[in-house]
C-alpha cells in the first residue's frame, strides 16, 4: 500500500532496496498464456485511447526512446515510420515548455527524480495542445537507468477549467452588479419622486422647473441601466412562449437595414420551415439586436453581416461538464456572424463579462453581451463567440429545440421538448 501510494512522489520512485527488478514480460510470465497477454495488450490500448493518456520508456544508457501508439497518436506522429528519440522527443515542446522538460529530465539521469508537469506541445501538424507529462526513474546499481511515464492529452480538460472558471466569473460579476443596482435602483426611486415633488411647485418654463425637469430625465437613464444590470441577475423572462426563431427574425430585417448604414450588407440564411424554442419574444429580440449592433460596430460601415438558423443536434461531448456546453439532444441555434475587426483571445476571453468594453468612453457599457449571456442562459440556452482578429468573429446561440407540432395538431400547439 505504502508503495502505490508512494508512486506519486520523487524519491518513492524507487523501491525500499532503490533498486528495480526487470520489467516483467507479461507473455513470458509463468500463468499468462499467449491469448491473456493478447487480450490484455488490446485493452491497455483501448483505455489509453480513451483517457488519451499514452506511455513512454526511456533508457538513460543507449538513449532509446519507446512510444505506445498513444504518444505517438497524441504528437500525430505515424509509429511505423517515426521513431522518436529523446532529441526529437523534446522538439515537439513549446519554446518555454522545453526548457522545463529539458531540466526535469536532466535532473531526473543524475538524481533520480521523476516529474509531473502540465506543459504544451505542438504537433507534427502544427497545433498547440496541452499535455500532463509524467516521469518515474528507475534505478539499477545504485545509478538511475531508464525512466517510463505517461503523456496524456489534456486540452479538452485544459479548455473546460477555463469556461467553467468564466462562467463562474462571470456569474459573481452578475449577481454583485445585480445587488448594486437593487439599492440603487432605491435611490433613484426616491430622486425621481422628490423631483415630481419639488417640479409641482415650479413655475412651468422656469429656470427651476427646468433644472427639475434635466434631474427627472437623469434619473430615467438611470433607472434604465440598474434595470438592465437587475436583469444580469435574475434574468427569468416575464413570459416565455414557443416561438419561431425564423418569424420573429424576419420581423427584424428591415430593421437592421435601417440601423447597419453605411456601405455594409445584411443577409438572412434561415433553415427552411420553422425553427421553436421557448423563450421570451421580446428577449431574444433584444439579444440579436444586441448582436448585430455589435457586428455593426466591428465593421466600420464596410463588409458583411449574416443571420443564420439552423437546426442541430449536439451529442455528450466525452469531456463535458452540465453547466457549461451546448444543450445536448436536438436544438436550433442562430448565429451572427460579421467580417469586422475580430477580436484577439485576450478580448474574446472577457467579452461576456459586464462592464467589459473596448469601445470608447461614453460609446459602450460593456453590457450588451453580458445581458445576452443572461438571457440566453434563462432560456436554457448557450452562447458562444469564435473570431479571427482582422477577418471577423461568429456569435453563435444554441437552444433546445421544441419538436414541431404534428399535422394534425392546432397551429400554434406546444409540443413537449424533444431533448
Ligand atoms: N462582433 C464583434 N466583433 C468584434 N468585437 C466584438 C464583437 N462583439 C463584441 N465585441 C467586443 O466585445 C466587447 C463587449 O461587447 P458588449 O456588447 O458587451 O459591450 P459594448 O458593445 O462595448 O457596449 P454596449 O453593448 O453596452 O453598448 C465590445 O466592446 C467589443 O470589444
Ligand atoms: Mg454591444
Known sequence: MNERRASTGEESARPPSGEWPE????AASPGVDRDQATRLIRLMQQTEHLARVGGWELDFTSGSLFWTDETHR????DPRT??????????FYAPGSREVITQAVGHAQ???TGWDLELEIVTRTGRMISVRATGQVMMSGGKPQ???GAFQDITERRRLEHQLMAAARMESIGRLAGHIAHDFNNWITAIIGYAELAGQGARPGSPEREAIDRIREAAQHATTLTGQLLSLSRPMPAETSVVDLNELFQTMMPLFKGVIGGAATIRANFAPGSLKARVSASQFRQVLLNLVLNARDAMNGRGTIEIRTERRRHEMPLVAAASVGPPTGDCVSFSVSDTGEGMTPEI????????FTTKPGGKGTGLGLATCYAMVKASGGHIEATSVPGQGSVFTVTLPAIKTPRADSPVGAEAAPSA
Open 146 to 148: 531508464r525512466a517510463y
Open 74 to 77: 497524441i504528437h500525430e506522429t
Open 82 to 91: 517515426f521513431t522518436p528519440t529523446l532529441e526529437s522527443a523534446l522538439a
Open 110 to 112: 543524475v538524481a533520480g
Open 23 to 26: 520489467r516483467a514480460d507479461a
Open 348 to 355: 474574446l476571453d472577457r467579452i461576456f463579462e459586464p462592464f
